[in-house]
């Protein structure tokens, strides 16, 4: 089991930055591939990133290309999204995610995942 727990999360105003943090408990999360994936009221999971498990390499979804970044410590079992440049329609729940598959953008590919942390944009 791997358990994750995400962090960073809150309100902030349109143009402003945040920075998650998913820490990884349980398994080696180095066997991993993670990621991340947003939740809107009302709206289907989206993927966001992904990261292979040595950090090589990075998947963005084209909607946040340019503006977000991922990264990873191992050895702090932690996983990272720098946020910037935030719009309103970046609101939504943010959620980490483990997995075998890369680049997984379908949900259904991961194995693992966290309780999500809320990030709200005003305009």
């Known amino acids: 089991q791997v358990q994750l727990v995400e962090s960073g999360g809150g309100l902030v105003q349109a143009g402003g930055s945040l920075r998650l943090s998913c820490a990884a408990s349980?398994?080696?999360?180095?066997?991993?591939?993670m990621g991340w994936f947003r939740q809107a009221p009302g709206m289907e999971r989206e993927f966001v990133a992904a990261?292979?498990?040595?950090?090589?390499?990075?998947y963005y979804a084209d909607s946040v290309k340019g503006r977000f970044t991922t990264s990873r410590d191992n050895a702090k079992n932690t996983v990272y999204l720098q946020m910037n440049s935030l719009k309103p329609e970046d609101t939504a729940v943010y959620y980490c995610?483990?997995?075998?598959?890369?680049?997984?953008?379908?949900?259904?590919?991961?194995?693992?995942w966290g309780q999500g942390t809320q990030v709200t944009v005003s305009s």
């Open positions: 349980g398994r080696t999360v180095t066997n991993y591939h």
């Open positions: 995610a483990a997995g075998r598959f890369y680049p997984a953008i379908n949900s259904r590919s991961y194995d693992y």
């Open positions: 990261i292979t498990w040595s950090g090589s390499s990075i």
